[in-house]
């Protein structure tokens, strides 16, 4: 049985981040700095979804003949699709074509946004079309059950053992091309995950749309996973897509020692939360390969935090956090949140101002996005200006909003990034993270220097 998984890359999407639901690239509008930062985020080659290479594994395991297709259609027996909310409709289209040349193969749409578009995806004209509920590996277990549903919307529900399921295969993708450039400056790259789910309810975050509790993988089989990664694909560093790394502080300090006994130093980055890293967890991942780390800091605004069920954190220990990763050497990408329905220009510049404070070595501002499916979607439906899909890149506004127009947010969206990346503070602080190569070249200046005041002061003496 030949199986075909298609995807695309329409609209810059990168579909294995906001919760499975996709992002985009910045628009570079709004002149030369726009585009320069549009620039610098185009230069990473993001690896394909994690949950595409763990059907690969699936699909094999099941003595299946598996290939890979980037916006091409080719003969299959079942063709998956892994649509993100930006290439929803363009993945839709081909559905369509797919079933008018194949009626007699079978269509299987998987991932985040058909588990929370099910009803709507399911009527599509596609005949011969099944909705995926739940994780995409179940597969595994009930490839059977999903061929033989005449249902157009089938739950397979969620992997009960993480450990039960094979190492991702990489193999059909083009996995050499791979870097991450702003965790990383070796690469290729890759995506890996010691645990799935978020037991937090911030209401805007499509994380939590299938469970609301965290599954952990046994830390000896990640690090094997991360030797194969080694010896099979050459990979250099490894992007954890965990949203709440370190929520089992025992099971990431075993992680960190078998990372440390890895054939090979690698590198590796985490997502969490600034008060789930205690200092002793920092310096033992650092020990062993930790570059960078991913926080979402979103507003300073504790009323709008809590208004959205996000559990706030002292700006102190925020701030406090990124110095303490700094001056160990770690990157800190801090992840910003602007164009709430209520926002002003005063309560985007106070973000954008809090940003510059806290200064992390990179700074994304997103744009509020209603994913459907969250809670937030469902209380702010009627607050919504474009259902266009296609614009849901977490950089473009597409909401109403009381105090400000959609120019007016995607104006003061864009001075976000360029006052906060071009200022002198911001390099003098994050120069050595940003390349961290200088060093290399800094003892060597700096003997040079000592030697040069050594002659001078000989030279005195003698005179």
Request: aromatic share 12%; glycine share 6%; net charge positive.
């Amino acid at each position: 049985m030949k199986v075909c998984l298609w995807d695309t890359r329409v609209n810059d999407v990168q579909k294995d981040f906001a919760g499975g639901m996709g992002v985009g690239m910045p628009t570079g509008a709004g002149g030369l700095r726009s585009r320069f930062i549009r620039h610098m985020y185009k230069r990473d080659v993001r690896p394909t979804a994690l949950n595409f290479a763990y059907l690969v594994a699936v699909l094999k395991q099941l003595g299946l003949d598996v290939q890979y297709r980037i916006d091409e259609i080719v003969p299959a027996d079942v063709f998956i699709f892994n649509p993100a909310l930006l290439s929803l409709d363009l993945e839709m289209q081909t559905i369509e074509k797919v079933s008018a040349q194949f009626p007699k193969s079978k269509i299987l749409i998987v991932g985040q946004v058909a588990y929370a578009m099910a009803d709507t995806i399911a009527e599509s004209q596609a005949e011969n079309l099944t909705v995926v509920k739940g994780e995409p590996e179940q597969l595994l277990f009930k490839w059977d059950e999903v061929l033989q549903t005449s249902d157009r919307v089938f739950d397979v529900g969620g992997v009960a053992d993480l450990d039960s399921l094979p190492i991702p295969d990489w193999s059909l993708f083009e996995f050499k091309k791979y870097r991450i450039l702003y965790d990383f400056w070796r690469f290729p790259s890759t995506y890996i995950q010691q645990s799935r789910g978020c037991t937090f309810k911030c209401n805007y975050c499509p994380y939590i749309m299938i469970e609301s509790k965290t599954r952990f993988r046994d830390p000896v089989l990640v690090a094997a996973e991360m030797q194969h990664g080694i010896d099979r694909y050459g990979f250099e560093s490894f992007k954890f897509r965990d949203p709440l790394f370190g929520l089992n502080r025992k099971k990431a300090l075993q992680l960190a020692d078998e990372i440390g006994r890895l054939s090979k130093r690698v590198q590796f980055s985490i997502e969490t939360r600034v008060d789930l890293m205690k200092k002793e967890t920092l310096e033992a991942l650092k020990a062993v390969g930790l570059t960078s780390i991913t926080i979402g800091i979103e507003t300073p605004d504790e009323h709008t935090l809590k208004k959205y069920d996000r559990v706030a954190i002292n700006d102190d220990r925020q701030r406090n956090f990124v110095s303490t990763c700094r001056a160990m050497g770690i990157r800190t990408v801090a992840g910003f949140m602007v164009g709430f329905p209520d926002d002003t220009t005063q309560s985007i510049y106070d973000v954008l101002n809090y940003a510059r404070k806290v200064n992390p070595t990179y700074a994304n501002f997103n744009i509020v996005t209603p994913y459907p499916g969250t809670q937030f979607y469902n209380e702010v439906k009627d607050d919504v200006a474009d259902f266009n899909f296609q614009r849901y890149s977490v950089y473009q506004p597409v909401m109403k909003y009381k105090n400000l127009t959609a120019d007016q947010v995607k104006e003061l969206h864009g001075k976000c990034f360029s006052k906060f990346y071009f200022r002198s503070r911001y390099f003098k602080e994050n120069g050595r993270l940003l390349w961290p190569q200088i060093d290399r070249f800094l003892p060597a200046a700096k003997a040079e220097s000592v030697s040069l005041d050594q002659k001078k002061e000989t030279h005195r003496s003698a005179a």
